[in-house]
């Protein structure tokens, strides 16, 4: 793609080429950050079930405390931005998650529900951030690279959901974790003293990421950043009208399921490896192979953006979501290496699976486009959910079999890929 000088000045301040470099940086920096803060959840929740032992359905509250901040925080977010702007609302945004990770302080040292909290407040911080930051990576040069652009940014942020479960590993879970029996022959000091090391393993982590936060809503806070006009006027047509567009609502519940299994499978991951009929895995040297499923969704995200331009999206992602079933059964029924591996490989096959469905339900919907894109966004809640459901069965049948939870959602985006196989076509 070459790159012509800007000559599409924006509504607003006209940009210059050479002075959008610093405010692009920052911007990508921001997106892996979250990719970062994300991903560090797969390795926090092994983290906390051992050191409160707490039931399956329990440890997955950290995902609906993160995921139901999206649900929450999305609409008050554009609001709020509305009014203060999308600078502002990205310095904003940035503070909040810094308080959010600097509530895990306190967290360590008071119990699970502190953390609790304090996750949804990070997450409700991301949540303003990534409706402020999203539309700054379009604006920041030329319309015709935009797309290249938010590949770019997105790359990072897979960057960041890949490095967070080895650095995680190392910083959080190198102390090991004892097991119930060995916990029940420690003295009142010495279990006093085991939960203060646990808790002091996740405070000094959390308050160098709030500083890093803080130092980047500063550096936000002082770009010269491009003013963002929004030019498309609120959609005249009501909800009723949106909910008419059926593969608007089918991309919704795919959008749903999609985040769910990704997310469940990702947080579920640490224990599968340490099931002795799989690879029987201390914590600390599982967390690195977490970093394999995240990895292989950003390799995947690089040979689905060549692949893509000869390919029509619904293909792909039917193609995908194939593979996916395939392998999560390969992991429920097998053992051993290949159960491990296929169930890591999955993270290869959801990379293209997002950016897809998003751009399959936002397909031809014109002035609709916003509502539409405020509605996917709230589907991300399937994020609190699904992990939810997967952990219900994992505490009352097996961790293994509990896998077919995520395998029957991306059953559902295997359907909705085909049904839609030809939408450019037409």
């Not at 959390?206 to 006027?233: C, H, N, S, T, W």
């Not at 961790?399 to 029957?408: D, E």
């Not at 085909?418 to 037409?426: I, Q, R, T």
Request: aromatic share 12%; glycine share 10%; charged share 5%.
């Amino acid at each position: 793609m070459e790159h012509h000088s800007s000559s599409m000045p924006l509504r607003g301040e006209a940009a210059q080429g050479a002075s959008n470099t610093g405010p692009l940086v920052i911007v990508t920096i921001l997106f892996f950050m979250w990719g970062l803060l994300t991903s560090l959840n797969d390795v926090l929740i092994p983290h906390l079930k051992a050191v409160y032992t707490l039931s399956y359905v329990q440890a997955m509250l950290v995902q609906f405390c993160f995921f139901g901040a999206y649900f929450i925080v999305s609409i008050p977010a554009g609001m709020l931005i509305k009014k203060i702007g999308y600078q502002h609302g990205a310095v904003a945004g940035l503070t909040i998650a810094a308080a959010g990770c600097a509530l895990f302080y306190p967290a360590a040292t008071s119990g699970y529900t502190l953390f609790l909290i304090a996750f949804f407040v990070l997450a409700g911080g991301i949540t303003i951030l990534q409706v402020a930051a999203n539309p700054y990576v379009t604006v920041l040069g030329d319309a015709q690279t935009a797309s290249s652009r938010l590949t770019l940014t997105q790359a990072f942020n897979s960057l960041g959901t890949t490095v967070a479960p080895t650095l995680g590993g190392m910083l959080i879970l190198a102390g090991g974790v004892m097991s119930a029996e060995d916990l029940a022959k420690q003295s009142s000091e010495q279990l006093a003293a085991y939960h203060a090391t646990q808790a002091a393993a996740v405070q000094g982590p959390y308050l160098a990421l709030a500083a890093a936060l803080l130092l980047l809503a500063v550096l936000f806070a002082m770009a010269r950043l491009p003013k963002i006009v929004d030019g498309e006027q609120a959609a005249t047509g009501g909800w009723s009208q949106v909910l008419q567009q059926r593969h608007l609502v089918l991309g919704a519940i795919a959008i749903f399921l999609y985040v769910g299994g990704e997310v469940s499978i990702g947080s579920f991951l640490i224990n599968f490896l340490g099931d002795a009929k799989v690879a029987g895995l201390s914590a600390s040297d599982a967390a690195p192979y977490v970093s394999y499923y995240w990895g292989g969704a950003m390799v995947g995200r690089f040979i689905g953006f060549a692949a893509m331009r000869y390919i029509s999206p619904g293909k792909a992602l039917a193609f995908n979501a194939a593979a996916v079933i395939v392998l999560v059964l390969l992991g429920i029924f097998g053992s051993g290496s290949v159960a491990m591996w296929a169930m890591l490989a999955v993270g290869l096959f959801n990379s293209i699976m997002f950016p897809t469905i998003f751009s399959m339900a936002l397909n031809k919907l014109g002035p609709l486009t916003g509502q539409g894109s405020g509605l996917l966004c709230m589907a991300i809640v399937g994020g609190a959910l699904v992990p939810f459901a997967q952990g219900l069965l994992a505490d009352s049948i097996s961790l293994q079999t509990s896998f077919v939870v995520p395998a029957a959602c991306y059953t559902f985006i295997l359907y909705f890929g085909l049904k839609y196989a030809n939408m450019y076509d037409e």
